[in-house]
T-cell receptor
Framework: SQTIHQWPATLVQPVGSPLSLECTVE??????LYWYRQAAGRGLQLLFY??????ISSEVPQNLSASRPQDRQFILSSKKLLLSDSGFYLC????????????FGSGTRLTVV | GDSVTQMEGPVTLSEEAFLTINCTYT??????LFWYVQYPGEGLQLLLK?????DKGSNKGFEATYRKETTSFHLEKGSVQVSDSAVYFC?????????????FGQGTRLTINP
């Protein structure tokens, strides 16, 4: 079965500092990968998705970027964090053989102070 | 693009009460529909799904029926338990084969009191 590893679980960063959140997957190859953000009191917003190595689609203009340097690695980054970047970040994978099954990581709670 | 709208929360009920969480969607075509649940301190889990009109998804006593005529996928449970306290997300998949996206509603926080 597919599993997703996300780290760290919690992170407190000052405004203006850089960010790097990593997501790695096991048990599948060539999955679609996604970054979602859940801001306080809001639903899950799709930020980025990737259908393959080096292929990134951005859903909303923002202060963040994503990269997929390897098939099973998806990285969310920022050069300078804003207060509005605070939230709960979830990595997810979708595998064609999974019969509509999405698997989610455990998430990273980011607080920008 | 496609979108999902859920009833506003939070919802607070007593144990053994009947639960309905409304979900409606806007989509071109016929998307697959899902309910996900997020228990306190945990990640998202798939609760149930329906892939075509009139399908009924069910799991753990929860049910939802894909209603094409009303573009709805309301979540119901006949008798809730304290352990059902969680945030519930309605979602749909849209997009072309190979580039599907899971689009979520805003989530509904459910609290069940003993």
């Amino acid at each position: 079965s597919q599993t997703i590893h996300q780290w760290p679980a919690t992170l407190v960063q000052p405004v203006g500092s850089p960010l790097s959140l990593e997501c790695t997957v096991e048990g599948t190859s060539n999955p679609n990968l996604y970054w979602y953000r859940q801001a306080a009191g809001r639903g899950l917003q799709l930020l980025f998705y990737s259908v393959g190595i080096g292929q990134i689609s951005s859903e909303v203009p923002q202060n963040l970027s994503a990269s997929r340097p390897q098939d099973r690695q998806f990285i969310l980054s920022s050069k300078k964090l804003l207060l509005s970047d605070s939230g709960f970040y979830l990595c997810a994978l979708y595998w064609q053989g999974g019969a509509y099954g999405y698997t989610f990581g455990s998430g990273t709670r980011l607080t920008v102070v | 693009g496609d979108s999902v709208t859920q009833m506003e929360g939070p919802v607070t009920l007593s144990e053994e009460a009947f639960l309905t969480i409304n979900c409606t969607y806007t989509a071109t075509g016929y998307p697959s529909l899902f309910w996900y649940v997020q228990y306190p301190g945990e990640g998202l889990q798939l609760l149930l799904k329906a892939t075509k009109a009139d399908d009924k998804g069910s799991n753990k006593g929860f049910e939802a029926t894909y209603r094409k005529e009303t573009t709805s996928f309301h979540l119901e449970k006949g008798s809730v338990q304290v352990s059902d306290s969680a945030v519930y997300f309605c979602a749909l998949i849209w997009g072309v084969q190979g580039a599907q996206k899971l689009v979520f509603g805003q989530g509904t926080r459910l609290t069940i009191n003993p």
